[in-house]
């Protein structure tokens, strides 16, 4: 297996953490084809703020699915830090997704046999130098919730208990698909700051998938998608607070 880029603190500061050129995925093939991307180029820096926004079937999630190593581009490249996601092996993307990328889906797939604590502790058991479950638990504000089952818990708690199994194992990318999707304004707002705040204290570079424009001022930059194509690029001079966006 070939070594995985340098963690970040070895990294030179201002190294893009991915570089995409000329990006394309298409699915099938003939008449039944389905073109998710197409020519998609961008640059993502270490410690960003990103948001990828655009209605469904936009191609976000494809794109966001590529960048974690879930899926492979049809054409195009795809480097993080310099090495070519599109041409690793299985065992590489692995390694890969195990070490260098955490991911924050709109349901939270926690197990429900398990505590908070020990939901987390599955992907400590598995990274190469995780922090404690319970650090990363209280990074999210549930310190007092460690023992506490996901029956327990109201949606947007289990959410930050996904978020905290995310970065427990130290990951240079955090990927959010839909992280609100599944909760009502008071609560997603409690997760976005998590989010927000935790993407400023570990310096992760963050990529949030949204169809709600509204959470376009958290962040650095916005990228608009649509028909499989970037349409629109915005950088926000300051990062509005969660609480004060037009909810």
Known sequence: MTDLPLQPSEQPAREPVFQVRGLAKVYGAGEAAVTALAGVDLDFQPGELIVLLGASGSGKSTLLNILGG???????????????????????????????????????????????RE??????????????????????GLAARLDHFPAQLSGGEQQRVAIARAIAKRPQVLLCDEPTGAL??????????AIGRLNRELGTLTVII??????????????????????GRQTNARRAPVADLAW
Not at 126 to 135: F, G, K, T, V, Y
């Open 210 to 231: 949204t169809h709600n424009a509204t959470i376009a001022a958290m962040a650095d930059r916005v990228f608009t998608l649509s028909d499989g194509r970037i349409t």
């Open 70 to 116: 879930l899926d492979l581009p049809t054409e195009g490249s795809v480097r993080y830090q310099g090495w070519d996601l599109g041409g690793a092996g299985e065992a590489d993307l692995t390694r890969y997704r195990r070490d260098c990328v955490g991911f924050v889906f709109q349901f939270y797939n926690l197990i429900p046999s398990l505590t908070a």
């Open 119 to 140: 939901n987390v502790a599955l992907i400590t058991e598995l990274a190469s130098a995780p922090m404690p479950p319970e650090e990363a638990l209280g990074h999210v």
């Open 184 to 193: 009502d304004v008071r609560t997603g707002i409690t997760v976005l700051e």
